[in-house]
């Protein structure tokens, strides 16, 4: 059966869970943080603690896949777990794996994660568009044939993004503005919203240049240990803020590994995501 699109999903879920992601990163320091070992059991750990505190509460969990790749096959059976779990706890899941290829290449990604009976199915995906956006082709089919999503890199916070993001097209438009007008075609009369986002960074400040309203999602990675907060959110997004879905990582998870505490500085970073909406 085919899922409802994750745009509408997305927006059920912001609306009632408000729209805070937790990015699951266990990556070797929050793994010695917390006392565990740098291992497979560490990372299990790790993630199924994150899980359990966050997944009931939050609209979306964010694992990076590279931290669990880099054990190996039992890595990925954690990730795979880890996923599962998340969902049947009613978060959608984001899987951060930035795939970016061409032809069966990138279809071979999409099917790893967008195909409805794969191991690793996610609600949506991040992708790179840097081989053209059309690349993304197979992707977007079958995002849509199973009703998940899409995260496109469109204007990253990592400063060595801005060489190829901000390079001016021959038609006077930068790169990251093409793939903003691609996502926007995308979305074109998707109620209530539609399930090709971009990746916006929370730390980049005005974007006021940028025609965001892509009706679709941003996810904006930033916020906390970067040096954003929720109240930068308005000045950086403008008009489109109610599609924004602010990542943290690092700020709740360096929290753990006490469940308690981990729930604690989620509920703070969402109410004072709510604060800053319903003020603007």
């Known amino acids: 059966m085919t899922l409802e699109p994750f745009g509408a999903r997305l927006r059920r879920a912001m609306d009632e869970r408000g729209p805070l992601?937790?990015?699951?990163?266990?990556h070797r320091s929050l793994l010695v943080e917390w006392g565990l070992d740098d291992d497979v059991a560490g990372l299990e750990r790790f993630s199924r603690t994150?899980?359990?505190?966050?997944?009931?509460?939050?609209?979306v969990l964010k694992p990076q896949s590279a931290f669990f790749e880099r054990f190996g096959s039992r890595g990925v059976a954690?990730?795979?777990?880890?996923?599962?779990?998340?969902?049947?706890?009613?978060?959608?899941?984001?899987m951060d794996a930035k795939r970016g290829d061409i032809g069966s290449t990138m279809a071979a990604y999409a099917e790893s994660f967008l195909h409805k009976d794969a191991p690793?199915?996610?609600?949506?995906?991040?992708?790179?568009?840097?081989l053209g956006y059309g690349s993304?082709?197979?992707?977007?089919?079958?995002?849509?044939e199973n009703g998940a999503g899409l995260f496109v890199l469109a204007l990253t916070s990592n400063p060595e993004g801005g060489e190829v993001q901000h390079a001016v097209?021959?038609?006077?438009?930068?790169?990251?503005?093409?793939?903003?007008a691609h996502l926007a075609v995308e979305n074109a009369g998707e109620e209530p919203l539609g399930s090709f986002g971009a990746v916006v960074g929370a730390t980049l400040g005005d974007l006021s240049s940028y025609d965001l309203a892509v009706n679709g999602p941003l996810l904006a990675p930033?916020?906390?240990?970067?040096?954003a907060t929720p109240a930068d959110l308005p000045r950086v997004f403008g008009s489109v803020l109610r599609n924004v879905v602010p990542n943290v990582s690092r700020g709740v998870l360096r929290h753990g590994p006490?469940?308690?505490a981990l729930r604690d500085a989620a509920d703070r970073f969402a109410d004072e995501i709510r604060v800053t909406l319903e003020s603007s």
């Open 50 to 59: 994150v899980v359990e505190a966050v997944a009931g509460r939050v609209a």
């Open 169 to 180: 097209r021959a038609d006077g438009r930068d790169v990251g503005a093409t793939m903003l």
């Open 258 to 260: 006490d469940v308690s």
């Open 136 to 144: 993304l082709g197979p992707a977007v089919a079958l995002a849509r």
């Open 222 to 227: 930033g916020v906390g240990a970067q040096g």
């Open 21 to 26: 992601c937790v990015g699951i990163d266990p």
């Open 120 to 130: 690793l199915f996610s609600d949506a995906l991040t992708v790179s568009p840097y």
């Open 78 to 94: 954690v990730l795979e777990k880890s996923v599962q779990e998340a969902r049947a706890a009613g978060a959608l899941v984001v």
